[in-house]
């Protein structure tokens, strides 16, 4: 912690110079993530794997935000990235991708492309992500930001989520980082059987629970809800 | 001398109009949370201006025209350019947990806002230093100025967007501005200024700067980022400016709480978003029911599986959606209560073709009407009274609402309610759900003490709560759940993937099993308020869940202070949502007054000669502070209160407000011959005058409640002038205190006077936020007691300055 902290607050100061130091507060970063998880000591809180905190560490993050926000980007926090959106807490971003379990040969659908930081953690894991974006400028630019970043495993379009991505369908798993009022049919439908669903819960800057929605190879629905930290609502049950 | 009188009007109603104006305009650009941040600024650009007159008193007062008119003419500047300063402030509330910039733009804000009302008071303040020889007819022309200024504003608003009011209001100053200046002596300069300011208004280059700039982050800004999404109509009014919004590409579907086991989609919806946000949705109905088959599966719907053909009170019609779902079920008919008339008009007027006449059905009946007021007047009985969403998910989540007054939520409410269904009618309330839960308990727990004020024994069996993965419905029979409605209940929820919270033979293994939590919390928490040790648990809930009263309506209000520290510890790990941000930025913003007010107020104060006998310093001091707290105390409290009675809060504020100007006013210009004629009697005049306000504040604390039910039902402006009636006899004591004291004061130290003026202003600016803390920790009857107790104390100060107090001749 200590250690994120003065990386953080020595390049806050300075600046980044160059491209070593952003591996470095990326480094920092995963530290740090793996350091909430850890203090998550809940037995049934969720553990992050190896697999994704190296995804986490691949993926360079900095390169996804807004240039006012770049010497922010491997803090663990949501940052502004303009249009109402934001990028995801990195600390989210993992726990949302280890709740889908994610497989080498996963065809994963995103609902939300945003600054696609998701989609690039995603692609590092999975065979193909294709991601959907409701916003006509953010699509424009995650597209031109994860093609110069060399993701070749991701396809994004423009257009409305709700109904999925017919011609790609079944999904092993799908992420939708959008708001919704309710869980939309027709993602549910093209979830495969014992495919996982993940959407977080609350505002933008302050997500509240992670929702993972479960189809079992039989079709039945089930939804668990995880609070990303383990917080006891009553005094003297800790 | 007479050019003055009518400048004076126009100042006065162009401060209070900017007030009330700014109170709006952040409602929409933010949240609510601005409002009473603004009284506390307009207070302290009073403050300041009164330690800047005392300054520069002697300068002013030999170019008191030049001065007037100068201020008048900053005044009519500041109000456009702070306007649209203030909106340039990258303030975004929700990221104050991650960002400690936010407080610096926060306190930008308050300076912003600052610099215009130091103008206007710079110049109500002139007059009543250099004019003291038509003092009571400045204070006159200075009351009726607030009066209409409020009234003015709020007809403004009806018809025009807030930045054309803007405009409105700013050509007050200006004029008055005009008319001091013919008769100053630097007329030519100060008519080239104005000449130049009203050239660039009427080239309209203001209005380019004024459009409002909304949070990104509220509803409406998001869905207009959305793809071909565009605003169809924007309604402007007091209650709120409405906003349409057609998103083709992507179409809203607003189903909170859908069970995803339902194969039925939301038809074409349009969204109306009332200040950029708690957006309702109008549907597209062509009559035929089947379309509108996702409402049966949504948590709302319950009251309809036990119920035939039932007569329904949906409270808070909005676009539509409830009605819809009545009518969907075969409701017999639907009385639609809903506040603000411009909304209603949007689906029976102008979208009535799309939403299908929904209005018109002849089993609906509209009521535009506030929902407490129509259910006191009301005489009819209900097989089901439902309360729908009314506020996004988004504003719920993340407590923006804190400090928001909600009469809709509260134990009497409730009761209220009750006593309007029928023998086995039903009472429906549809909340979304948080984890841990918080609104969804509060609700139960005030469901239960409603419950209980109404004679009940055993509420438990009485309700029933269902919930989905993101709503809660609870319903409370007036009468005991059958067996055979426990049975329905069961299935309904079953067949839809819902979770039971609470049915009176619940069984822990059906409390979990479609949207799985850690626990489950809420039938935990219900269990738990059921159950004899209910206290503790309340006290041991990390929120704060107790149930809102009319007496402290803050129903969104969770925050505890115990809980702080560990939510801020577990910021960073995924527990930011757990923060209660809105009552953070009410601290936030009582600390930056508290600094504000010092290091403006006070501390520029001490370049004034400070010349007064030894001892009488602190009790003097003490003596203005204690007024300053016990006004505002009790102005605050008012003004919560009322709401419940006038349905809004800008409406309340505007009421209040002016009444208590206006007749604290007089109270004030009426002091110095009350006190005469009092001490002639050889009595204390400050005691009378206390013994006044103790006697009608009690009689309130005990007469509000029984009158505002009686009355609330009557006309707008009955409801007003009865108001104003009750505020009367109450602000013209409150007002005699100040001039009393500063009487003594002038008899022991006149270098004190600045002094006393600046260490009320000081009080004052605190006390209008501290006074919704302590409403919100307290309730308001508390705020009222303590304003008292200040009163009080204040009096036997006064008694012991009347024995400091030389014979010496009263101030010139």
């Given at each position: 912690?200590?250690?994120?902290?003065?990386?953080?607050?020595?390049?806050?100061?300075?600046?980044?110079?160059?491209?070593?130091?952003?591996?470095?507060?990326?480094?920092?970063?995963?530290?740090?993530?793996?350091?909430?998880?850890?203090?998550?000591?809940?037995?049934?809180?969720?553990?992050?794997?190896?697999?994704?905190?190296?995804?986490?560490?691949?993926?360079?993050?900095?390169?996804?935000?807004?240039?006012?926000?770049?010497?922010?980007?491997?803090?663990?926090?949501?940052?502004?990235?303009?249009?109402?959106?934001?990028?995801?807490?990195?600390?989210?971003?993992?726990?949302?991708?280890?709740?889908?379990?994610?497989?080498?040969?996963?065809i994963v659908l995103e609902?939300?492309t945003?600054?696609?930081?998701?989609a690039?953690?995603?692609a590092?894991?999975?065979d193909h992500v294709y991601s959907i974006e409701?916003?006509?400028?953010?699509a424009?630019?995650a597209r031109?930001?994860l093609e110069?970043?060399?993701y070749e495993n991701i396809s994004g379009k423009?257009?409305?989520?709700?109904?999925?991505w017919?011609e790609h369908?079944?999904?092993?798993?799908?992420?939708?980082?959008?708001?919704?009022?309710?869980?939309?049919?027709?993602?549910?439908?093209?979830?495969?059987?014992?495919?996982?669903?993940?959407?977080?819960?609350?505002?933008?800057?302050?997500?509240?629970?992670?929702?993972?929605?479960?189809?079992?190879?039989?079709?039945?629905?089930?939804?668990?809800?995880?609070?990303?930290?383990?917080?006891?609502?009553?005094?003297?049950?800790? | 001398?007479?050019?003055?009188?009518?400048?004076?009007?126009?100042?006065?109603?162009?401060?209070?109009?900017?007030?009330?104006?700014?109170?709006?305009?952040?409602?929409?650009?933010?949240?609510?949370?601005?409002?009473?941040?603004?009284?506390?600024?307009?207070?302290?650009?009073?403050?300041?201006?009164?330690?800047?007159?005392?300054?520069?008193?002697?300068?002013?007062?030999?170019?008191?025209?030049?001065?007037?008119?100068?201020?008048?003419?900053?005044?009519?500047?500041?109000?456009?350019?702070?306007?649209?300063?203030?909106?340039?402030?990258?303030?975004?509330?929700?990221?104050?947990?991650?960002?400690?910039?936010?407080?610096?733009?926060?306190?930008?804000?308050?300076?912003?806002?600052?610099?215009?009302?130091?103008?206007?008071?710079?110049?109500?303040?002139?007059?009543?230093?250099?004019?003291?020889?038509?003092?009571?007819?400045?204070?006159?022309?200075?009351?009726?100025?607030?009066?209409?200024?409020?009234?003015?504003?709020?007809?403004?608003?009806?018809?025009?967007?807030?930045?054309?009011?803007?405009?409105?209001?700013?050509?007050?100053?200006?004029?008055?501005?005009?008319?001091?200046?013919?008769?100053?002596?630097?007329?030519?300069?100060?008519?080239?200024?104005?000449?130049?300011?009203?050239?660039?208004?009427?080239?309209?280059?203001?209005?380019?700067?004024?459009?409002?700039?909304?949070?990104?982050?509220?509803?409406?800004?998001?869905?207009?980022?959305?793809?071909?999404?565009?605003?169809?109509?924007?309604?402007?009014?007091?209650?709120?400016?409405?906003?349409?919004?057609?998103?083709?590409?992507?179409?809203?579907?607003?189903?909170?709480?859908?069970?995803?086991?339902?194969?039925?989609?939301?038809?074409?919806?349009?969204?109306?978003?009332?200040?950029?946000?708690?957006?309702?949705?109008?549907?597209?109905?062509?009559?035929?029911?089947?379309?509108?088959?996702?409402?049966?599966?949504?948590?709302?719907?319950?009251?309809?599986?036990?119920?035939?053909?039932?007569?329904?009170?949906?409270?808070?019609?909005?676009?539509?959606?409830?009605?819809?779902?009545?009518?969907?079920?075969?409701?017999?008919?639907?009385?639609?209560?809903?506040?603000?008339?411009?909304?209603?008009?949007?689906?029976?007027?102008?979208?009535?073709?799309?939403?299908?006449?929904?209005?018109?059905?002849?089993?609906?009946?509209?009521?535009?009407?506030?929902?407490?007021?129509?259910?006191?007047?009301?005489?009819?009985?209900?097989?089901?009274?439902?309360?729908?969403?009314?506020?996004?998910?988004?504003?719920?989540?993340?407590?923006?609402?804190?400090?928001?007054?909600?009469?809709?939520?509260?134990?009497?409410?409730?009761?209220?309610?009750?006593?309007?269904?029928?023998?086995?009618?039903?009472?429906?309330?549809?909340?979304?759900?948080?984890?841990?839960?918080?609104?969804?308990?509060?609700?139960?727990?005030?469901?239960?003490?409603?419950?209980?004020?109404?004679?009940?024994?055993?509420?438990?069996?009485?309700?029933?709560?269902?919930?989905?993965?993101?709503?809660?419905?609870?319903?409370?029979?007036?009468?005991?759940?059958?067996?055979?409605?426990?049975?329905?209940?069961?299935?309904?929820?079953?067949?839809?993937?819902?979770?039971?919270?609470?049915?009176?033979?619940?069984?822990?293994?059906?409390?979990?099993?479609?949207?799985?939590?850690?626990?489950?919390?809420?039938?935990?928490?219900?269990?738990?308020?059921?159950?004899?040790?209910?206290?503790?648990?309340?006290?041991?809930?990390?929120?704060?869940?107790?149930?809102?009263?009319?007496?402290?309506?803050?129903?969104?209000?969770?925050?505890?202070?115990?809980?702080?520290?560990?939510?801020?510890?577990?910021?960073?790990?995924?527990?930011?949502?757990?923060?209660?941000?809105?009552?953070?930025?009410?601290?936030?913003?009582?600390?930056?007054?508290?600094?504000?007010?010092?290091?403006?107020?006070?501390?520029?104060?001490?370049?004034?000669?400070?010349?007064?006998?030894?001892?009488?310093?602190?009790?003097?001091?003490?003596?203005?502070?204690?007024?300053?707290?016990?006004?505002?105390?009790?102005?605050?409290?008012?003004?919560?209160?009322?709401?419940?009675?006038?349905?809004?809060?800008?409406?309340?504020?505007?009421?209040?407000?002016?009444?208590?100007?206006?007749?604290?006013?007089?109270?004030?210009?009426?002091?110095?011959?009350?006190?005469?004629?009092?001490?002639?009697?050889?009595?204390?005049?400050?005691?009378?005058?206390?013994?006044?306000?103790?006697?009608?504040?009690?009689?309130?604390?005990?007469?509000?409640?029984?009158?505002?039910?009686?009355?609330?039902?009557?006309?707008?402006?009955?409801?007003?002038?009865?108001?104003?009636?009750?505020?009367?006899?109450?602000?013209?004591?409150?007002?005699?205190?100040?001039?009393?004291?500063?009487?003594?004061?002038?008899?022991?130290?006149?270098?004190?006077?600045?002094?006393?003026?600046?260490?009320?202003?000081?009080?004052?600016?605190?006390?209008?936020?501290?006074?919704?803390?302590?409403?919100?920790?307290?309730?308001?009857?508390?705020?009222?007691?303590?304003?008292?107790?200040?009163?009080?104390?204040?009096?036997?100060?006064?008694?012991?300055?009347?024995?400091?107090?030389?014979?010496?001749?009263?101030?010139?």
């Amino acid at each position: 912690m200590k250690r994120l902290t003065y990386i953080v607050l020595f390049f806050a100061v300075t600046g980044f110079a160059d491209e070593s130091d952003y591996t470095a507060a990326r480094e920092a970063m995963v530290e740090d993530v793996r350091y909430y998880a850890q203090l998550a000591h809940d037995p049934d809180a969720v553990g992050l794997s190896d697999a994704v905190m190296t995804a986490m560490g691949s993926v360079e993050r900095h390169e996804l935000v807004p240039a006012s926000q770049r010497r922010y980007s491997y803090e663990n926090r949501p940052l502004p990235i303009g249009y109402g959106q934001t990028i995801s807490q990195p600390y989210i971003v993992a726990l949302m991708t280890e709740l889908i379990a994610p497989d080498a040969d996963d065809i994963v659908l995103e609902v939300g492309t945003g600054s696609g930081y998701q989609a690039a953690v995603l692609a590092e894991l999975v065979d193909h992500v294709y991601s959907i974006e409701i916003i006509s400028a953010l699509a424009d630019r995650a597209r031109v930001d994860l093609e110069r970043l060399g993701y070749e495993n991701i396809s994004g379009k423009l257009g409305d989520g709700y109904y999925g991505w017919e011609e790609h369908a079944p999904f092993d798993a799908i992420v939708v980082t959008a708001a919704a009022s309710h869980v939309p049919p027709p993602l549910i439908e093209q979830l495969k059987p014992g495919g996982r669903m993940v959407i977080p819960v609350g505002g933008r800057f302050l997500t509240q629970t992670l929702l993972l929605l479960e189809k079992s190879d039989t079709g039945e629905i089930v939804t668990r809800q995880f609070g990303a930290v383990r917080f006891v609502p009553l005094t003297g049950e800790h | 001398m007479r050019r003055l009188f009518p400048a004076i009007l126009l100042i006065s109603a162009a401060a209070i109009g900017y007030e009330l104006l700014l109170m709006r305009v952040l409602s929409i650009v933010q949240w609510h949370h601005f409002a009473y941040m603004i009284i506390s600024i307009a207070l302290l650009g009073y403050g300041v201006s009164g330690t800047f007159i005392a300054l520069l008193r002697h300068r002013l007062e030999a170019r008191f025209e030049t001065a007037f008119s100068a201020s008048a003419l900053l005044f009519s500047i500041t109000m456009v350019v702070c306007f649209a300063l203030g909106q340039r402030v990258p303030f975004n509330a929700l990221e104050l947990v991650w960002d400690s910039n936010q407080l610096l733009y926060l306190s930008l804000i308050y300076l912003v806002f600052l610099v215009p009302f130091f103008f206007a008071a710079v110049c109500i303040g002139l007059a009543f230093t250099c004019r003291q020889q038509v003092i009571g007819r400045i204070y006159f022309f200075d009351l009726v100025g607030a009066g209409l200024g409020a009234i003015l504003i709020i007809g403004a608003l009806f018809a025009l967007m807030p930045q054309n009011a803007l405009l409105l209001m700013m050509t007050l100053p200006l004029v008055a501005s005009l008319i001091m200046a013919s008769v100053s002596r630097a007329r030519i300069p100060l008519m080239i200024v104005q000449a130049g300011w009203l050239a660039l208004l009427l080239a309209g280059v203001p209005q380019q700067q004024l459009a409002l700039k909304l949070s990104d982050y509220k509803g409406l800004s998001q869905a207009l980022q959305v793809i071909d999404s565009r605003v169809l109509k924007n309604v402007s009014g007091p209650l709120g400016l409405l906003t349409v919004v057609d998103s083709p590409s992507v179409p809203f579907r607003h189903a909170p709480g859908l069970s995803f086991g339902t194969h039925h989609i939301p038809p074409r919806q349009l969204a109306v978003f009332t200040d950029g946000d708690s957006m309702t949705t109008i549907n597209r109905f062509d009559g035929d029911l089947g379309s509108l088959a996702y409402l049966g599966d949504m948590t709302a719907a319950l009251p309809y599986s036990l119920l035939e053909k039932p007569e329904v009170l949906v409270l808070g019609a909005g676009g539509g959606s409830d009605v819809l779902l009545a009518l969907y079920h075969g409701a017999k008919s639907v009385d639609a209560v809903e506040l603000n008339p411009q909304m209603t008009e949007l689906v029976q007027d102008t979208y009535a073709d799309f939403a299908g006449l929904v209005y018109d059905d002849p089993r609906v009946t509209l009521y535009p009407m506030e929902a407490r007021g129509f259910v006191a007047k009301s005489d009819s009985l209900y097989d089901l009274i439902h309360i729908g969403l009314l506020d996004s998910f988004a504003a719920a989540g993340a407590g923006v609402q804190a400090q928001s007054e909600s009469y809709i939520y509260t134990v009497e409410a409730i009761a209220e309610y009750l006593t309007h269904t029928t023998a086995g009618g039903m009472l429906a309330i549809t909340r979304w759900l948080k984890h841990p839960p918080r609104d969804g308990l509060k609700l139960i727990a005030t469901a239960i003490e409603a419950l209980e004020s109404l004679g009940i024994e055993q509420p438990a069996k009485q309700l029933a709560v269902i919930r989905s993965w993101n709503t809660s419905t609870l319903l409370i029979k007036n009468g005991v759940l059958e067996a055979d409605e426990v049975a329905s209940i069961r299935r309904f929820a079953h067949s839809r993937s819902f979770d039971i919270a609470w049915l009176p033979d619940i069984e822990s293994h059906e409390t979990n099993r479609f949207n799985k939590l850690d626990r489950p919390y809420l039938y935990d928490g219900t269990m738990a308020l059921l159950g004899d040790r209910s206290d503790a648990f309340l006290e041991r809930y990390k929120f704060y869940i107790e149930p809102a009263t009319d007496n402290r309506p803050y129903y969104f209000h969770f925050f505890k202070w115990t809980t702080l520290p560990e939510v801020i510890a577990v910021r960073t790990a995924g527990g930011a949502g757990l923060i209660e941000w809105g009552y953070l930025i009410l601290i936030a913003t009582l600390a930056q007054a508290t600094l504000a007010g010092f290091f403006l107020i006070l501390l520029p104060l001490w370049r004034v000669e400070r010349q007064w006998p030894a001892g009488t310093g602190a009790p003097m001091g003490a003596y203005f502070l204690l007024l300053g707290f016990a006004f505002l105390f009790i102005e605050m409290a008012f003004i919560q209160k009322f709401i419940l009675f006038l349905a809004h809060p800008l409406y309340s504020v505007a009421v209040v407000l002016s009444g208590f100007l206006v007749f604290a006013g007089i109270g004030s210009a009426y002091s110095q011959k009350l006190a005469e004629r009092l001490e002639r009697l050889g009595r204390s005049p400050l005691t009378v005058v206390v013994g006044g306000i103790a006697l009608f504040t009690l009689l309130y604390l005990f007469l509000l409640p029984p009158l505002f039910q009686r009355f609330i039902g009557y006309s707008d402006s009955t409801k007003i002038v009865l108001s104003i009636a009750l505020i009367a006899p109450l602000a013209v004591c409150m007002g005699m205190p100040f001039p009393l004291g500063l009487r003594r004061v002038a008899e022991i130290a006149t270098g004190f006077i600045p002094w006393a003026w600046g260490i009320n202003g000081f009080a004052s600016v605190i006390s209008a936020v501290l006074a919704t803390m302590l409403a919100i920790e307290f309730g308001f009857n508390a705020v009222i007691l303590l304003a008292l107790s200040c009163y009080v104390l204040a009096s036997l100060i006064y008694a012991t300055l009347a024995r400091t107090s030389s014979p010496s001749p009263p101030p010139r």
